[in-house]
């Protein structure tokens, strides 16, 4: 039985997306490496990056009969109950959850009911803890990127070059709506992940587009309820594909990652929205700093899309809500070209089956904590709004942006050269969205002296003198 926290199927109403209770502003996570594993979450290089690399080195350490043993016990383990329970704790209200074809159809057609298992595990335990679940067909047969996040057997996106793996992709999406038409903590479909990056997006462009008709005229047959999801190519950042509506009932998906968080990174979508009148939903973005992903998160909120923070746990990491610690001697098992005997491969891997575990993982609440805009972190001043209008945040700062200042991938805290200061006039005001009042806020500025005040959701920052603001700590 859903016990959602607020009713009806999730739906597009003109450009906003709605429930029986009115408009949604969705707030997720997605389960990234559960049901399709990429090797960088596992702290593993290019040779271990696919799930077919990743499988086939578990297999040589351990065997056919040891590794079947590894992955279902990986499964349990690395996204369960307390994971959802904790979740909906944190204050998201949805999960996308990243599916590999290659476990649910084979090349014949026919259905992997244990595949199948697994998806219906992830809705059941959404319903149980009130969330609703993006169904994200991250790995498409043949593939659709070409890359190892798809798991392509070929390093090509064969999904647009053969009639085959376009068949078997609009028939697991057909089983997909047969089997979740009637479950409303079924949040939408999101048809394919992040298809034909980089010059592929220009030799099967319309092949895209193609497949995207096809798959909604398919899926309507059976559903004509849930939400349908487009995403543009080149890493669902090129918006030419998703330029016409698809249908009535859909949003388009845009990914954002390592880019300035002001409107400049997104106004191709917001013009997009305006022009076809279709909701817009930001379903990939993170592996940055608490500071950018404040800023990023704002800046989506502002202009009314959703999100979905990517992803949930990882080994060893500052930028997911969970870290796994990295067992010992995990290079090992990190390293294709060592050989170790199995009893020792078993040994290192049961320990990283019980790092993974929810309750055994570190929680990085600064990371939650800059969703979802609480007290409890250090913001650079350029992720707040002066004046309480938003600017580019290469003008926002007094001097140039530092080479590299958005690719703070490992979520390593910004060097002395990259804490630009931003300018107050006397009289001006810097802004930042906060939801509770801090217990203390401390401003560290390069000259002048500040005062905060806090008001209905929002911390200001004035200067009768004028001021070069840097940082602002807001403690819970």
């Given at each position: 039985?859903?016990?959602?926290?607020?009713?009806?199927?999730?739906?597009?109403?003109?450009?906003?997306?709605?429930?029986?209770?009115?408009?949604?502003?969705?707030?997720?996570?997605?389960?990234?490496?559960?049901?399709?594993?990429?090797?960088?979450?596992?702290?593993?290089?290019?040779?271990?990056?696919?799930?077919?690399?990743?499988?086939?080195?578990?297999?040589?350490?351990?065997?056919?009969?040891?590794?079947?043993?590894?992955?279902?016990?990986?499964?349990?383990?690395?996204?369960?109950?307390?994971?959802?329970?904790?979740?909906?704790?944190?204050?998201?209200?949805?999960?996308?959850?990243?599916?590999?074809?290659?476990?649910?159809?084979?090349?014949?057609?026919?259905?992997?009911?244990?595949?199948?298992?697994?998806?219906?595990?992830?809705?059941?335990?959404?319903?149980?803890?009130?969330?609703?679940?993006?169904?994200?067909?991250?790995?498409?047969?043949?593939?659709?990127?070409?890359?190892?996040?798809?798991?392509?057997?070929?390093?090509?996106?064969?999904?647009?070059?053969?009639?085959?793996?376009?068949?078997?992709?609009?028939?697991?999406?057909?089983?997909?709506?047969?089997?979740?038409?009637?479950?409303?903590?079924?949040?939408?479909?999101?048809?394919?992940?992040?298809?034909?990056?980089?010059?592929?997006?220009?030799?099967?462009?319309?092949?895209?587009?193609?497949?995207?008709?096809?798959?909604?005229?398919?899926?309507?047959?059976?559903?004509?309820?849930?939400?349908?999801?487009?995403?543009?190519?080149h890493w669902a950042t090129n918006a030419d594909p998703v330029s016409e509506r698809f249908d009535g009932n859909?949003?388009?998906?845009?990914?954002?990652?390592?880019?300035?968080?002001?409107?400049?990174?997104?106004?191709?979508?917001?013009?997009?929205?305006?022009?076809?009148?279709?909701?817009?939903?930001?379903?990939?973005?993170?592996?940055?700093?608490?500071?950018?992903?404040?800023?990023?998160?704002?800046?989506?909120?502002?202009?009314?899309?959703?999100?979905?923070?990517?992803?949930?746990?990882?080994?060893?990491?500052?930028?997911?809500?969970?870290?796994?610690?990295?067992?010992?001697?995990?290079?090992?098992?990190?390293?294709?070209?060592?050989?170790?005997?199995?009893?020792?491969?078993?040994?290192?891997?049961?320990?990283?089956?019980?790092?993974?575990?929810?309750?055994?993982?570190?929680?990085?609440?600064?990371?939650?904590?800059?969703?979802?805009?609480?007290?409890?972190?250090?913001?650079?001043?350029?992720?707040?709004?002066?004046?309480?209008?938003?600017?580019?945040?290469?003008?926002?700062?007094?001097?140039?942006?530092?080479?590299?200042?958005?690719?703070?991938?490992?979520?390593?805290?910004?060097?002395?050269?990259?804490?630009?200061?931003?300018?107050?006039?006397?009289?001006?005001?810097?802004?930042?969205?906060?939801?509770?009042?801090?217990?203390?806020?401390?401003?560290?500025?390069?000259?002048?002296?500040?005062?905060?005040?806090?008001?209905?959701?929002?911390?200001?920052?004035?200067?009768?003198?004028?001021?070069?603001?840097?940082?602002?700590?807001?403690?819970?």
């Amino acid at each position: 039985m859903t016990h959602l926290h607020r009713p009806g199927f999730v739906r597009a109403e003109g450009t906003r997306i709605v429930d029986d209770a009115g408009p949604l502003l969705l707030r997720g996570v997605g389960l990234g490496t559960w049901l399709l594993p990429e090797g960088y979450m596992w702290r593993f290089g290019d040779d271990l990056a696919s799930p077919r690399q990743i499988e086939a080195r578990i297999a040589r350490l351990l065997g056919a009969a040891g590794a079947d043993d590894f992955w279902r016990r990986f499964r349990d383990a690395f996204i369960a109950d307390d994971d959802f329970a904790l979740i909906a704790a944190q204050g998201f209200d949805h999960v996308r959850l990243p599916m590999n074809a290659r476990a649910l159809i084979d090349d014949d057609g026919s259905f992997h009911e244990d595949g199948f298992a697994l998806v219906e595990h992830a809705v059941a335990l959404s319903e149980r803890h009130g969330l609703r679940v993006l169904l994200d067909l991250h790995g498409a047969p043949g593939g659709q990127t070409g890359t190892n996040i798809d798991d392509s057997p070929n390093g090509k996106p064969e999904l647009f070059m053969s009639e085959h793996y376009g068949s078997l992709t609009i028939r697991l999406w057909v089983e997909l709506a047969r089997r979740y038409r009637d479950r409303d903590a079924v949040l939408g479909y999101d048809l394919l992940n992040e298809p034909l990056p980089e010059e592929w997006q220009h030799r099967y462009r319309d092949e895209l587009v193609a497949l995207y008709r096809d798959l909604t005229a398919a899926i309507r047959a059976v559903d004509d309820r849930h939400l349908l999801m487009y995403e543009g190519s080149h890493w669902a950042t090129n918006a030419d594909p998703v330029s016409e509506r698809f249908d009535g009932n859909q949003a388009v998906q845009f990914h954002r990652y390592w880019c300035a968080p002001d409107e400049g990174s997104i106004e191709e979508f917001l013009a997009l929205r305006e022009a076809i009148g279709t909701p817009l939903y930001m379903g990939e973005g993170g592996e940055n700093t608490p500071g950018w992903v404040y800023a990023a998160t704002r800046l989506y909120e502002r202009h009314d899309i959703g999100w979905n923070f990517w992803p949930w746990k990882k080994l060893g990491t500052r930028t997911s809500p969970l870290s796994a610690d990295v067992p010992e001697g995990w290079d090992l098992i990190g390293d294709p070209e060592v050989e170790i005997p199995a009893e020792r491969a078993r040994e290192i891997l049961d320990g990283f089956l019980e790092a993974i575990r929810c309750a055994a993982c570190t929680q990085r609440s600064e990371v939650v904590d800059a969703l979802f805009a609480r007290p409890g972190m250090t913001l650079p001043a350029w992720a707040g709004l002066r004046g309480g209008a938003a600017e580019p945040i290469a003008q926002l700062v007094d001097g140039p942006l530092a080479e590299g200042i958005w690719h703070h991938t490992n979520g390593a805290p910004y060097a002395a050269h990259e804490r630009p200061a931003v300018v107050l006039l006397p009289s001006e005001r810097l802004e930042f969205v906060l939801v509770d009042e801090p217990s203390d806020v401390r401003v560290m500025s390069e000259a002048g002296v500040t005062t905060s005040a806090w008001e209905d959701g929002m911390l200001t920052l004035s200067t009768v003198h004028g001021a070069r603001i840097v940082e602002v700590e807001v403690r819970a």
